[in-house]
């Protein structure tokens, strides 16, 4: 088992363009999150789907998108990327809202 | 409003050494507390699970307490190895929401 993948593992992009983030999952589990993680900060969730076909904000959602596509994937778009939103953005899983989140290796974003 | 704090910010210890990472949270209702190992430049793991009838629990050279009177919690590890070296994570999770709440975690360091 992969266990949870995301692609790409680092992108430069420049402010104003957009891009998605890949995520997805081998192990059946019905949540999935997305996360981003800045020096200082710890993780923050941007957004969450608690099960294929929902998807919720969380914590910090502004300038974000989210798509589930089925229960495998859940995808983080950036429709128009700011400096601000350089950071280090994890993909997460786990079978219901309370178990164990398993996450992926992360991509690293920079905004120029 | 949801808050878990942790202590010490970092820690540096020789080889060989124990160590004991703190957890205060304000998190309610309770449903359990996490303890994830961050290597850099990967994603969390998770160490432990505590639920509210739990006191104690070991993974290894890895042993968390709980007290849910104080809302504490402690990460204790025994003989630390240079591998030891990450960032601890404390998560906790509030019943009924699906938005688990981050500590900013620790830094460890253990030099040879």
Not at chain 1, 29 to 38: G, P, T
Request: hydrophobic letters at 30%; glycine letters at 8%.
């Amino acid at each position: 088992n992969a266990g949870v993948t995301q692609t790409p593992k680092f992108q430069v992009l420049k402010t104003g363009q957009s891009m998605t983030l890949q995520c997805a999952q081998d192990m059946n589990h019905n949540s999935m999150y997305w996360y981003r993680q800045d020096p200082g900060m710890g993780l923050r969730l941007i957004y969450y789907s608690a099960s294929e076909g929902t998807t919720d904000k969380g914590e910090v959602p502004n300038g974000y998108n989210v798509s589930r596509l089925n229960k495998r994937e859940f995808s983080l778009r950036l429709e128009s990327a700011a400096p601000s939103q350089t950071s280090v953005y994890f993909c997460a899983s786990s079978e219901t809202g309370l178990e164990t989140q398993y996450f992926g290796p992360g991509t690293r974003l920079l905004v120029l | 409003k949801n808050q878990v704090e942790q202590s010490p910010q970092s820690l540096i210890i020789l080889e060989g050494k124990n160590c004991t990472l703190q957890c205060n949270y304000t998190v309610s209702p309770f449903s359990n507390l996490r303890w994830y190992k961050q290597d850099t430049g990967r994603g969390p793991v998770s160490l432990t699970i505590m639920t509210f009838s739990e006191n104690t629990k070991s993974n290894g050279r890895y042993t968390a307490t709980l007290d849910a009177d104080t809302k504490q919690s402690s990460l204790h590890i025994t003989a630390s190895q240079l591998s030891d070296s990450a960032s601890y994570i404390c998560v906790v999770n509030s019943g009924g929401s699906y938005i688990p709440t981050f500590g900013r975690g620790t830094s460890l360091i253990v030099h040879p």
